[in-house]
């Protein structure tokens, strides 16, 4: 009999503060549940993490494709997290083809872990693959580690009497398993959630726990040298309380709950599917205890007249979309601005234009948010910088809307939308309510429904109210009355008090987030690219350089302090995922020479992009400052990768999901 040899753990300077992990296979085996259970099992070993999911637009390209690659990466350590890493330590290839679209990704000296029973003749000829890279040197760079997973999760779930195709759905759960046993973490409660998850087939579930104890059993016996280790990554620090992951979506559609309890209001969700934002109706869905409708129109703009309808009525009015369903709103939006009724509108944004990239990520509808409507139209504009402060910015933008009587759009994307983080669940009695007031009586001799506030906004009158009736609608009102009102002073009126209220919001002044309030170089970020941007400042400020990081929450209006503080800094770098649209804006409203960073390939910046831009302001060579990132091979998807154009023949229906877990 076999004596297993036991290693003695490495010493402490040999645990890596971060390590991140990509998980590949076909859009089939489940690699978004595999990367969503190791992050489970990540957070309750308490390290902090980033996740960044990445799969195909296409609905169920064919088996084995190389633009059918569905991944799952993060990034977990015991120090924090800002992004979901660079280039991966490991890589978990399931197929050829998860392998050839992920491998230049990999750091020189990375482990691949792959399937051998999966790298037939008929996979390799479809990853374009001419020899088998198991057998030749092409991965002579990288520890690999290739064994027949197939095989082992077959042999793992035969008790159970599944055939082989049923049993290789177990797959990803064996890897799993292995995964767990690399990284020390426990099992128990993968085993819960499968039970839960296959309540109605236990011997399903039964199945799916045998494949992943049996790949956490084989990281423990296997007598293999070289790459396979343990490694315990230390928690991270962190202050008492309760924490739990969350994705933005998650996060998006806690905070409008609390947003709409803060203002002592029922909410009303109004949507209708389009990737990446039908994930906040799905979650708002199964939250109707806290006084929440959702209502799935038959298309945008019913989705978002409803919630105009439900605004009018006294509820808190929420819709919300991607670019191309925003584009449909847009009329709406222009009707609730006349109207100037309280509505959030939440803005995932993803690769445009028109259809684009439905599944990849980018900042590109600030124009479209700040200015994209008909005549003058203003509305308030917030971002949120990743998940978990995605919370915060839906109260901040239910606040807006109820004490402005105005809609607000909300902006997130599709790296935030599905990406996860821990999240510090907060106190509530740390939020100040801000309780919606409705006029139940006039304030005088006579109803003025237009006469405003100290804030400019007009008094909220619910239907049905006795002696209230007024008129609503998309035809210009008298400024007080609220009576059909065409003349040209008095258009000019409204244009300028609808302008000013949303100029005057009040909004936080603008902070550093790392650095100095003056110096050489600012960066100045939006949205999600708080945390390539914070991590490469940081890099950048620890070789010496005179570089601080700023970032934007409050798009329109803009904080009063921000044009001061940019003319602190000779020089302003705007790294953001589109063609340079918030640098326009800073140029427009503060006429400072700020300069673009662009990105349109569909993927976040790495930090080592951010860090190789911060440098050129400090290398002594003029003009070479700013500009475009040239597209990364190595980030998800590989080029390679293509899509589908639809030439391929398809073979029967898309595999049936039922037994994967």
């Known amino acids: 009999m076999a004596t297993q040899t036991v290693e003695s753990p490495p010493p402490a300077a040999d645990i890596p503060e971060t390590v991140v992990v990509r998980f590949a296979g076909d859009s089939g085996d489940g690699m978004q549940l595999t990367g969503g259970q190791f992050t489970l099992s990540t957070a309750l070993a308490g390290n902090d993490l980033a996740t960044f999911p990445d799969f195909p637009a296409e609905i169920r390209a064919p088996q084995g494709t190389l633009f059918g690659v569905s991944a799952f990466q993060i990034n977990f350590g015991s120090r924090r997290i800002n992004t979901a890493g660079d280039a991966p330590d490991v890589l978990v290839a399931m197929n050829p083809a998860a392998l050839k679209t992920n491998i230049s990704a990999l750091k020189p000296g990375g482990l691949v872990i792959a399937d051998t029973g999966a790298f037939t003749k008929r ?131 806690l905070g409008l709950v609390a947003g709409a309890q803060l203002a002592e209001l029922p909410m009303f969700f109004g949507g209708y599917p389009i990737t990446p934002a039908s994930a906040i109706l799905h979650h708002l869905a199964r939250l109707k205890e806290f006084g929440v409708t959702t209502f799935q129109a038959e298309d945008e703009i019913a989705a978002i007249c409803a919630a105009i309808g439900a605004s009018y009525a006294g509820q808190l009015g929420i819709t919300s979309s991607s670019g191309p369903g925003i584009a449909l709103k847009t009329e709406a939006m222009g009707l609730a601005i006349m109207t100037e009724l309280p509505l959030v509108i939440v803005n995932s944004q993803r690769g445009g234009p028109s259809t684009g990239l439905p599944t990849k990520t980018e900042q590109s509808d600030l124009y479209q948010a700040v200015y994209g409507r008909n005549g003058d139209a203003p509305m ?165 350089c005179d570089v601080s990081h700023i970032h934007v929450r409050h798009i329109w209006p803009l904080p009063k302090n921000l044009g001061a503080l940019l003319r602190g800094f000779d020089n302003i770098l705007v790294p953001e995922m589109n063609t340079g649209q918030f640098k326009t804006v800073l140029r427009d409203q503060f006429l400072v020479d700020a300069q673009p960073l662009t990105k349109t390939s569909g993927q976040p910046f790495q930090i080592a992009e951010l860090v190789e831009a911060i440098g050129k302001y400090f290398d002594g060579i003029p003009g070479n400052e700013g500009g475009e990132v040239e597209v990364n091979d190595d980030q998800l998807p590989n080029l390679e990768a293509g899509h589908d154009d639809g030439s391929l023949r398809r073979g029967s229906s898309p595999q049936s999901q039922e037994h994967s877990a």
């Open 380 to 544: 308030p504009v917030i971002a949120a910088r990743s998940p978990s402060d995605a919370f915060e910015v839906a109260i901040e933008a239910c606040r807006i809307a109820v004490k402005y009587m105005t809609p607000v759009m909300l902006l997130t994307d599709g790296y935030i939308a599905n990406a996860a983080e821990p999240w510090k669940v907060p106190d509530p009695s740390g939020f100040a309510p801000f309780p919606a007031e409705f006029l139940t009586e006039p304030r005088g001799e006579q109803l003025l429904p237009y006469k405003r506030n100290a804030h400019g906004a007009r008094p909220w009158i619910k239907p049905g109210t006795p002696g209230m009736m007024h008129r609503i609608g998309g035809i210009e009102k008298h400024e007080e009355t609220g009576n059909i009102d065409y003349s040209p002073d008095n258009h000019q009126r409204m244009t300028d008090l609808r302008k000013a209220k949303v100029e005057n919001i009040d909004v936080p002044d603008q902070e550093v987030a790392l650095g100095e309030s003056s110096g050489k170089l600012a960066v100045v970020g939006w949205g999600s690219t708080f945390g390539p941007i914070h991590q490469a400042v940081r890099k950048a400020r620890a070789n010496g």
């Open 123 to 253: 996979n390799l000829d479809k990853a374009q693959y001419e020899a088998n890279p198991l057998e030749d040197d092409s991965l002579a760079k990288y520890d690999v580690l290739a064994f027949d997973i197939s095989e082992k999760t077959i042999e793992a779930v035969k008790p159970f009497g599944l055939g082989n195709k049923d049993a290789l759905r177990s797959k990803n759960m064996w890897t799993l398993g292995l995964a767990l046993w690399m990284f020390d973490r426990p099992r128990d409660p993968i085993h819960q959630w499968l039970r839960a998850k296959f309540k109605t087939k236990p011997d399903i579930a039964d199945a799916n726990i045998a494949a992943l104890d049996a790949g956490h059993a084989y990281g423990e016996t296997a007598e293999l040298a070289g790459p396979l280790k343990q490694l315990t990554v230390p928690p991270v620090p962190s202050e008492p309380g309760l924490y739990r992951t969350v994705t933005g979506a998650e996060a998006v559609s």
